[in-house]
């Protein structure tokens, strides 16, 4: 490989990394639900769901996904996201469905900094730093996701107590 093909590369790899950084952690990015993968159209739904604030039908939506695909990180992280960010968060519920993600597919990014912020959350500091750690070594490279937890935790941090 020549060093201009190198360097190419390196290029592309850093403006795939940038692309996926546009959206928040209030705003899902695809790199944060299925890097790579055809996106489901029960996450398409859902994503248009969460974009208007009804976190109820996307609930709904993968509720029913996930009942005929429950081996599907992407669904369980999603459904966690809908729940969390939904009125009155069930947090035993938001912790089963980030875990069963992280089980399915351990370096699942979105699931590691959404399981950070809900943690977080609920006053667990040490829990998401642990996932804070773990995106670390999962992105190489550096992430949207590592940096967004990383900001997180910052914010809280800053927080009086």
């Known amino acids: 490989m020549t060093l201009n093909a190198l360097i190419l590369g390196l290029g592309l790899l850093c403006a795939t990394g940038l692309a996926g950084a546009a959206g928040g952690s209030d705003s899902p990015s695809s ?7 055809a996106e489901d159209p029960a996450i398409q739904t859902a994503k248009g769901a969460i974009a208007a604030g009804d976190y109820a039908s ?3 939506t993968l509720k029913a996904a996930l009942a005929s ?16 960010k939904g009125a ?11 875990n069963e ?13 959404y399981i950070g912020e809900a943690y977080l ?9 642990q996932h804070l750690a773990a995106l670390d070594k999962i992105c190489f490279f550096g992430c949207a996701e590592f940096d967004m937890l990383k900001r997180a935790i910052a914010a809280y941090e800053a927080k009086p107590k």
């Open 121 to 129: 959350m609920t006053g667990n500091l040490p829990k998401a730093k």
């Open 31 to 37: 790199s944060t639900w299925s890097a790579g993968k």
């Open 58 to 60: 996307a609930q709904q």
């Open 69 to 84: 695909d429950p081996g599907n990180a992407d669904l369980h992280n999603l459904y966690a996201y809908a729940i969390r």
């Open 88 to 98: 009155n968060p069930d947090m035993q519920l938001v912790f089963k469905h980030y």
């Open 101 to 113: 993600a992280l089980r399915i597919d351990p370096k699942h990014r979105g699931a590691q900094e």
